[in-house]
C-alpha cells in the first residue's frame, strides 16, 4: 500500500522532524511504500495574508535534510513548469495541485523528470476526465500505447481523488471514481482534503476532520492503491488545512483498520 503522509506545508524545520520522527513507524513497516508530504509553498491559498511556507530554496533544503536523516522518499507540490527540475533534485514524487491537473505545461515539465507524477483531481473534473491529464505523462514519457493502469505504473504515474465540488463550500466523494480511475492508473485517496470545506471560513477554508476515518475506511473497501493523509502534532495550530487534518496520535488506529478492510477486499 501506498501511504504519503506530513503536514500540509513546512511550518518551520522543529515542527518538521517533529512530524516525521513520528511517522517513523509506518516507513519501518514493510507492507508500505511510504512518502513524506510537505509543500515548501501552498500557491493557492484563499487570503494573500495566508501562510504559504518557505518558498523554493528554504523548503528544498528542509526536505533535503529530512530524506538525508530519516531516509524517507519525499512528495511536493509544483506549481510552475520551471518548478519541475530543481524539485525533482530532491523529491521522489512530484505532485500537481487539483486547480492545475489539466496544465499542459506544468504536466509535461513534471513528466520530464525522473520523479514519479502524482496528479490531483480536480475538484471540478469527472473521474473519466482524467485520463487525459495520465495521456499527457504518458505521451511525453516516450509511451504510445493504450492509456491503461500498468502502463501509468511503469511510467510512474498516480492519480489522486481529493472530493468534489459539490455545491457552494463542500466537497463530496463518489465512490465509483475509484474503479473508473484506476482503469488507467494507480488511485490514491486523499482523505484529509476530501472532508475540506473551501472558502466556508471566510479568509481560509474550513474543513471537518470528523469524518477522514469514515471515508478512509470506505475508501479502502472500495479499493484503492494508497492513501494520502495531512497530518499534525496539533491541528488546532497548524497554518495551512487545519480543520481537515487528522492528528499524528490517531494515525496508528485508522491505518490499522484500512490494513484490515483491505485484507478482505484482496
Known amino acids: 500500500m501506498i501511504l504519503i503522509a506530513g503536514p500540509c506545508v513546512i511550518e518551520n524545520r522543529e515542527n518538521i522532524f517533529r512530524i516525521a520522527e513520528a511517522l517513523r513507524p509506518y516507513a519501518e513497516d514493510c507492507t508500505k511504500e511510504f512518502y513524506f508530504k510537505a509543500s515548501f509553498d501552498k500557491a493557492n491559498r484563499t487570503s494573500l495574508e495566508s501562510f504559504r511556507g518557505p518558498g523554493l530554496d528554504e523548503g528544498l533544503k528542509i526536505l533535503e535534510e529530512v530524506k538525508r536523516e530519516f531516509g524517507y522518499s519525499i512528495l511536493t507540490d509544483i506549481h510552475l513548469p ?9 523529491a521522489d514524487v512530484l505532485q500537481i495541485p487539483a486547480f492545475l491537473c489539466r496544465q499542459t505545461d506544468l504536466l509535461i515539465a513534471a513528466a520530464q523528470t525522473p520523479a514519479k507524477v502524482n496528479i490531483k483531481k480536480g475538484q471540478f473534473l469527472a473521474p473519466q476526465a482524467m485520463e ?13 500505447g493504450e492509456v491503461e493502469h500498468a502502463a501509468a505504473e511503469k511510467f510512474g504515474v498516480w492519480l489522486t481523488e481529493r472530493g468534489t465540488t ?3 463550500g463542500n466537497l463530496v466523494v463518489d465512490m465509483r471514481s475509484f474503479p473508473i480511475m ?22 481560509t477554508s474550513g474543513g471537518d476532520s470528523r469524518f477522514v476515518p469514515t471515508l478512509a475506511r470506505a475508501a479502502a473497501g472500495a479499493g484503492v492503491d494508497g492513501f494520502f493523509f495531512e497530518t499534525h502534532f496539533d491541528p488546532s495550530v ?3 488545512d487545519g480543520p481537515n487534518m487528522i492528528k499524528l496520535q490517531d494515525l496508528e488506529r485508522l491505518i490499522s483498520q484500512i490494513d484490515a478492510i483491505q485484507s478482505i477486499v484482496e
Open 238 to 240: 497548524a497554518l495551512s
Open 132 to 144: 487525459h491529464s495520465v495521456a499527457k505523462v504518458l505521451c511525453t514519457r516516450g509511451y504510445d
Open 182 to 203: 484506476r482503469q488507467f492508473a494507480p488511485v490514491i485517496f486523499d482523505a484529509t482534503h476530501s472532508v475540506q470545506m473551501p472558502a466556508s471560513g471566510g479568509a
Open 166 to 168: 459539490f455545491g457552494y
Open 82 to 90: 520551471e518548478q519541475a527540475t530543481p524539485v525533482a533534485e530532491v
